[in-house]
T-cell receptor
């Protein structure tokens, strides 16, 4: 079974704090993703990575950065947390762009981190 | 500009009946479609997928239908069970269009199955 583990289920931080959200996958997946989920807005992609030390901006990267020093770990960083970053954060991973094998493109999600910024 | 649209925010169905969740897309480059199910306080879990070369894929009680000309797909759950109550997300990818595996998600439909 694929396992994607997010370090915290619930987190409460103060405005201006630096926040680290950690995600680890155990299936040797190439691709890793960070989303946020807000009511009525669905899942929005923040950043993604196709390889170690590689990162690409998603649809809403402002106020966030990421780090991928090891293949299995993808970190989301809020440099200076703000109240509008209160949200559910979801990490996902997939094997890669398996054009010959569509199942490689299925993304597997962690349980999520509910972040509240006060 | 939403490329994947789930126009019904919620759906209520009686246990044992059919649930039909709908999804429309605008990008003709999409060639792979997925449905995810999400319970509160949990991450989405993959349910079923379909490639653009097919018009139907079935897995137990779940069937996904794809109508490429209408750019429409639907998820049928038969029979519906109370445990199916969750938010369902439709997602699409343009694998042969160079998306590199990125998924575009709809906003979700909350399904409630009443006993």
């Amino acid at each position: 079974d694929v396992k994607v583990t997010q370090s915290s289920r619930y987190l409460v931080k103060r405005t201006g704090e630096k926040v680290f959200l950690e995600c680890v996958q155990d299936m040797d997946h190439e691709n890793m993703f960070w989303y946020r989920q807000d009511p009525g807005l669905g899942l929005r992609l923040i950043y993604f990575s196709y390889d170690v030390k590689m990162k690409e901006k998603g649809d809403i990267p402002e106020g966030y950065s990421v780090s991928r020093e090891k293949k299995e770990r993808f970190s989301l960083i809020l440099e200076s947390a703000s109240t509008n970053q209160t949200s559910m954060y979801l990490c996902a991973s997939s094997f890669g762009t398996g054009l010959g094998h569509l199942a490689k493109n299925i993304q597997y999600f962690g349980a999520g981190t509910r972040l509240s910024v006060l | 500009d939403q490329q994947v649209k789930q126009n019904s925010p919620s759906l209520s169905v009686q246990e044992g009946r059919i649930s039909i969740l709908n999804c429309d897309y605008t990008n003709s480059m999409f060639d792979y479609f997925l449905w995810y199910k999400k319970y509160p306080a949990e991450g989405p879990t993959f349910l079923i997928s379909i490639s653009s070369i097919k018009d139907k894929n079935e897995d137990g009680r779940f069937t996904v239908f794809l109508n490429k000309s209408a750019k429409h797909l639907s998820l049928h759950i038969v029979p519906s069970q109370p445990g199916d109550s969750a938010v369902y997300f439709c997602a699409a990818s343009a694998l042969y269009g160079g998306s590199q595996g990125n998924l575009i998600f709809g906003k979700g439909t909350k399904l409630s199955v009443k006993p």
